[in-house]
C-alpha cells in the first residue's frame, strides 16, 4: 500500500492512499492544532474532498476499529492449524464491572484457561499485558483460548 503524504502549508500534513476498485481515495488530514479529519475524495480529483472532522477519542476508537480486526485475523491464520485454538476481540464496555480495575482482578487466566493476547487502546497495541494492566472503556482485547473458555471470558467480561 502507497500512502502519499503531502505537506499543507500553514495547515498540517494530508496522508491518503487509492482504494481499489472503487475510484477513491481515504485518508487523513492532521492539523497543526492537533484537530484531525477523516477525508475521502474521487481518484481523479484529490482535491475535492469530504471531510469528517474528528475529536480525538473519536481517532482513538476509529484506529481500534480499523487495527483489532487485523490483529485478530494475523491470529487466527496464525493459529489456523492447531484445532481447539481460536482467538476473538472482545469490547470492554462502559458498563463492565473491570473498567478502571486491573486485568489481574479478573483472574482470567484462572478462570477461563484462555489468555489476552493484546489490547488495542486508542490506535496502539499493547502486547502481552500483565496483570496490573488497568482496563479502560473501549478497551478491545485479542484472546486467544478453547470456544469454551472464550465464551466464559465474554460473560466474566460482561458480568463479573
Known sequence: ????VTRLPGIGVRKDFPVKGVRRRIGVIDHKDGTIYLIV????NPEATDQIPLSASEAAALANLLGAPQLVAQLR??????DGVNTRQFSI?????YVDRPLGETEMRTRTRVSIVA???GGAVIPS??????????DLLVIVGTTEGLDAAARILTDG
Open 77 to 82: 491464520e496464525e493459529h489456523r492449524e492447531f
Open 41 to 44: 475524495s474521487k481518484s481523479d
Open 93 to 97: 464496555l462502559g458498563g463492565s464491572p
Open 119 to 121: 489490547i488495542m487502546r
Open 129 to 138: 499485558p500483565g496483570p496490573d494492566f488497568t482496563f479502560a472503556a473501549g
Open 1 to 4: 500500500m502507497n500512502v502519499e
